[in-house]
């Protein structure tokens, strides 16, 4: 069964946290970057089962938290983070410092329940949702992928045409361009992509055309 997705632009760097359902009524919720409040009442009439992260900057992870407990208020049970790896512990932990640097607040540090590891799946609303680490955006990054329904999310990594920026003191240009070969060009042609930031795209034509990869190709 196709799980429903919708798609909420959070904070001011729109960011685009994920949720996906299905017809149970049964949730979970990828990136809440900020605005826990809005987030948690777009899935009030839900069962949320898990809160994934792809990676620790501010607008993908900072609204964690507060919608953990949120959460866990309205529906009396403690709904895990999972994710990304432990790499990124260091940007988890320095949330606050990163929205100050924006100018921003409300954004707060969290400890995931669970890291993750690359070839892990994870199974939820009767799907398997492999994580595939894809750094050099940031140490730790992951990108989840469910072929059932041919999706990747995968966070700042990959862009409709672009990549992800590298140009922080962790970043890593080489590596993020080699991961997204091997983990995410691999997929079928058809699979949609996912960004934190801006329009979807497919596979298919981002393997053919996205400008980052040209000069490595005719090299
Ligand atoms: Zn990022």
Request: some cysteine.
């Amino acid at each position: 069964m196709t799980l429903a997705l919708r798609k909420l632009p959070v904070t001011p760097l729109r960011q685009n946290c994920t949720i996906f359902s299905n017809e149970a009524g049964h949730a979970f919720i990828i990136d809440p970057g900020g605005e826990s409040d809005r987030i948690f009442q777009e899935v009030a009439h839900l069962h949320v089962e898990a809160i994934l992260l792809t990676h620790g900057h501010l607008d993908h992870a900072g609204g964690a938290r507060p919608l953990r407990d949120l959460l866990k208020t309205s529906q009396g049970k403690a709904v895990p983070i999972l994710g990304p790896t432990r790499e990124d512990a260091f940007l988890l932990q320095s949330i606050e410092k990163q929205a100050a640097a924006f100018g921003l607040s409300g954004m707060t540090h969290v400890e995931p329940d669970r890291y993750l590891s690359d070839g892990d799946t994870l199974h939820l609303l009767g799907h398997d949702i492999e994580v595939a680490h894809v750094p050099g955006h940031t140490p730790g990054h992951v990108v989840f992928i469910d072929r059932l329904d041919k999706r990747a999310i995968v966070g700042d990594t990959l862009f409709r045409g672009t990549v992800g920026r590298t140009d922080f003191a962790y970043g890593n240009m080489e590596q993020l361009l080699s991961h997204i070969e091997q983990k995410l060009f691999c997929l079928p042609d058809e699979t949609i992509v996912l960004s934190g930031h801006g329009l979807p795209t497919v596979i298919g034509v981002e393997r053919l055309t996205n400008p980052a990869f040209q000069g490595k190709r005719s090299a």
